[in-house]
Nanobody, 127 residues
Framework: QVQLVESGGGLVQAGGSLRLSCAAS????????MGWFRRAPGKEREFLAV????????YYTDSAKGRFTISKDNAKNTIYLQMNSLKSEDTAVYYC????????????????????WGQGTLVTVSS
């Protein structure tokens, strides 16, 4: 089993940046891809980005393109989400997730294929 721990959330002013981290431990060798999701107050979970663990290919939702960047450090078993030009509507709890399912990244973006989830980290953007 893989365990995921997110960090890096906090309070930031609109226009600012944050980098979230997600450290994986346990049976990480079986992981095919890891992704970032968020849930804003009163809204459903939203997919943001996914990265293939070995190949490094990435896929983003349209709303994340240009402002958010997903990356990985295999040596540290960690993925990151660099978030720039933050807006008040980016306020949410951000989750990372991992899957062993091998599929096109756009299919994995549906979320249901992710088997392991972190506890989430809160990002608050003040306007």
């Amino acid at each position: 089993q893989v365990q995921l721990v997110e960090s890096g959330g906090g309070l930031v002013q609109a226009g600012g940046s944050l980098r979230l981290s997600c450290a994986a431990s346990g049976r990480t060798f079986s992981t095919y891809a890891m992704g970032w999701f968020r849930r804003a107050p009163g809204k459903e979970r939203e997919f943001l980005a996914v990265i293939a663990w070995s190949a490094g290919k990435t896929y983003y939702t349209d709303s994340a393109k240009g402002r958010f960047t997903i990356s990985k450090d295999n040596a540290k078993n960690t993925i990151y989400l660099q978030m720039n030009s933050l807006k008040s509507e980016d306020t949410a709890v951000y989750y990372c997730a991992a899957t062993r399912v091998v599929a096109d990244l756009n299919i994995l973006s549906r979320g249901s294929y992710f088997e392991v989830w972190g506890q989430g980290t809160l990002v608050t953007v003040s306007s």
